[in-house]
């Protein structure tokens, strides 16, 4: 049972575009989110997360957008630069349990 | 966030034989982690080590096939036990600052493959 889902498991996008990426989840006791980003070789790196009771979280290029109803979050990095090409991984926690529950990670490239 | 470092970063073992991966924290941390990330997917927490009891360990995963120690608040191990190929993974340590938020700091993580 895939709790927190990442549909896409790649995205490219062009150097000074806008990069969005997705993250669906099923468990609507879940209240606080993030989001990783991993380089190869390397453990995840925290970027930025969000309360349920927020709906948008902002932390210079990087900005997280909860929609509680539809059960989607989403992370847009503006302007993407070629240093985060990575795999990005969302994940969930509930209050509480103090375990972190992942999607399956999507794989940016930006391109020059 | 939290400076923290893995042994081995990488191994190669034999089937059948066990390995130890160390983990060190620079600051007394409450909460530790341990993850799998097996190829092409997602990391799988493991087991929650606190100091003092005994880990606690998620639906599908045993401590006799992974023992985990937490001696004190800035050092755990995870043994992978009587290894398979199919253990051939990332393992990966985190830590919760147990501050106001569930955010988990990772480790580099242990490259692990199995003839």
């Known amino acids: 049972d895939q709790q927190v889902k990442q549909n896409s498991p790649s995205l490219s996008v062009q150097e000074g575009r806008i990069s969005i990426l997705n993250c669906d989840y099923t468990n609507s006791m879940f209240d606080y989110f993030l989001w990783y980003k991993k380089y190869p070789a390397e453990g995840p790196t925290f970027l930025i997360s969000i309360s349920s009771i927020k709906d948008k979280n902002e932390d210079g290029r990087f900005t997280v957008f909860l929609n509680k109803s539809a059960k989607h979050l989403s992370l847009h990095i503006v302007p993407s630069q070629p240093g985060d090409s990575a795999v990005y991984f969302c994940?969930?926690?509930?209050?509480?349990?103090?375990?972190?529950?992942f999607g399956q990670g999507t794989r940016l490239t930006i391109n020059p | 966030s939290a400076v923290i470092s893995q042994k081995p970063s990488r191994d190669i073992c034999q089937r059948g034989t066990s390995l130890t991966i160390q983990c060190q924290v620079d600051?007394?941390?409450?909460?530790m982690f341990w993850y799998r990330q097996q190829p092409g997917q997602s990391l799988t927490l493991i087991a929650t080590a606190n100091q003092g009891s005994e880990a606690t360990y998620e639906s599908g995963f045993v401590i006799d096939k992974f023992p985990i120690s937490r001696p004190n608040l800035t050092f755990s191990t995870l043994t992978v036990s009587n290894m398979s190929p199919e253990d051939s993974s990332i393992y990966l340590c985190?830590?919760?600052?147990?501050?106001?938020?569930?955010?988990?700091?990772f480790g580099p993580g242990t490259r692990l493959t199995v003839l």
């Open positions: 985190s830590v919760d600052r147990g501050r106001l938020t569930d955010t988990q700091y």
């Open positions: 994940a969930a926690s509930l209050e509480g349990a103090q375990k972190l529950v």
């Open positions: 600051s007394q941390v409450t909460m």
